[in-house]
């Protein structure tokens, strides 16, 4: 739907009724949201990818399409509202799979036009550091929020829920990708990241050693970490110095793998984990700002839950993370950012396009 139409933008009266509906990947949401309160919030999970291993975006796209209608009218009978009673209508716009984003996209407009209420866009990472704002206690502006999921990694900071900036990020993999294709390296199913926490509970850290990239900055890297993983594991974990030779059969490998599977796990997570901690100190201690948060999939992994309040402990941090609905792909996040787009009255019109990638 292309169209230079617009819907009414009525004045900001009332408590601000946000019907959010988010489609970025494999997961189809739908939330309410009145007065900055979150009402509902329903997710239908997509469990055909897990035979391939992977997300396949035109299998995602033809869920979503099943699972839409669904999803919004369970959201709002939760709520107990009507959809006339709804003043506005939040769709994740960017970044994400091209194809699910069309889905949500396209339903939201609809609903726009027949129901003559304003349209907001969402940027979903944006949304991944506003979920701090969903329940209470919040942070105070500014704050810094580490956002890590599958594709993402960044450190931004917040000076209101309308001005951020992303401060650090990552120059190759992001974390949740580390996770998951480190879980694959070990033959563990998609999606591989939780497995790797789950596991990770029983094993010793300080195991094996990982080597920790020297990148300046706040920027981060994951895929130096990815290749010395996979070469230790084609080592048998016979070497501390991961070379590139195949030292192990396949049935060495397996063996070795299933005979420390928990210190693999826990050694892994423990890299990642300090990468990502190490960089949000500096970013700490660069701009002064003592109010951090988490968001985004990966921060419902319990050793980062863990080292990061253990950190904020330390160096004096006053830390926020979201309940762990919220922290994975959710509408919830999508209808508080919503909700202040609808407050300073930063509405979209019907021309408004969907992005695979798309600046903040």
Same mark, same amino acid.
């Given at each position: ?18 019907? %959010?509906?988010?489609? @970025? ?8 949201? #009145?007065?900055?309160?979150? !009402? ?5 999970? *997509? ?13 995602? @796209? #033809?869920a ?18 009507k ?9 994740? *716009?960017?970044?994400?799979l ?26 979903h990472m *944006? ?8 329940? =209470? ?6 704050f ?6 599958? $594709?993402h ?8 829920? +309308? ?29 591989g $990241? ?6 990770? %509970? *029983? ?15 706040? /920027? ?10 996979? +070469?230790?594991l ?25 005979? /420390?599977?928990? =210190? ?6 423990? #890299? ?10 500096? %970013? ?6 003592? =109010?951090?948060?988490?968001a $985004?999939?990966? @921060?419902?992994?319990?050793? !980062? ?16 993370i979201?309940?762990?609905?919220y ?18 009255? =930063? ?7 969907s992005?695979? #990638?798309?600046?903040?």
């Amino acid at each position: 739907m292309q169209s230079n139409q617009t819907v009414a933008k009525p004045p900001l009266v009332g408590l601000g009724v946000v019907l %959010a509906i988010e489609s @970025s990947c494999d997961e189809t949401a739908a939330s309410v949201c #009145r007065d900055g309160k979150i !009402l509902s919030n329903f997710i239908a999970n *997509q469990t055909v990818h897990e035979q391939y291993g992977g997300v396949v975006p035109e299998l995602a @796209s #033809r869920a979503h399409m099943q699972n839409i209608v669904p999803v919004a009218e369970a959201a709002l009978q939760n709520a107990k509202c009507k959809m006339q009673n709804i003043d506005a209508i939040a769709f994740t *716009q960017s970044p994400g799979l091209i194809g699910s984003l069309l889905v949500g996209s396209q339903f939201a407009k609809s609903l726009s036009l027949a129901l003559n209420k304003p349209l907001i866009a969402v940027h979903h990472m *944006q949304a991944h550091v506003l979920a701090n704002l969903i329940a =209470d206690p919040k942070p105070g502006f500014p704050f810094l929020c580490l956002t890590v999921s599958g $594709g993402h990694t960044q450190i931004v900071v917040c000076e209101s829920p +309308y001005k951020m900036k992303v401060i650090g990020e990552t120059i190759d993999d992001a974390a949740g990708e580390a996770f998951d294709k480190s879980a694959k390296l070990l033959g563990l199913p998609y999606p591989g $990241g939780p497995l790797i926490d789950k596991y990770a %509970a *029983q094993g010793d850290p300080g195991r094996f050693k990982f080597p920790e990239p020297q990148v300046p900055g706040l /920027n981060f890297s994951f895929s130096g970490l990815k290749t010395s993983i996979l +070469y230790f594991l084609q080592n048998a974990g016979a070497s501390t110095i991961y070379k590139e030779e195949f030292l192990a059969t396949q049935e060495e490998k397996k063996t070795f793998i299933e005979n /420390n599977l928990a =210190d693999i796990c826990a050694s892994i997570q423990q #890299r990642i984990v300090t990468i990502l901690l190490n960089k949000l100190k500096k %970013a700490s201690l660069e701009t002064g700002i003592t =109010d951090i948060c988490i968001a $985004g999939g990966v @921060s419902a992994n319990s050793g !980062l839950r863990k080292g990061f309040e253990e950190t904020g402990s330390k160096y004096g941090w006053r830390t926020f993370i979201p309940a762990f609905e919220y922290c994975t792909d959710n509408a919830a996040m999508i209808a508080i950012t919503g909700y202040y787009k609808y407050l300073a009255g =930063d509405f979209a019109d019907l021309s408004v396009s969907s992005s695979a #990638r798309a600046e903040w």
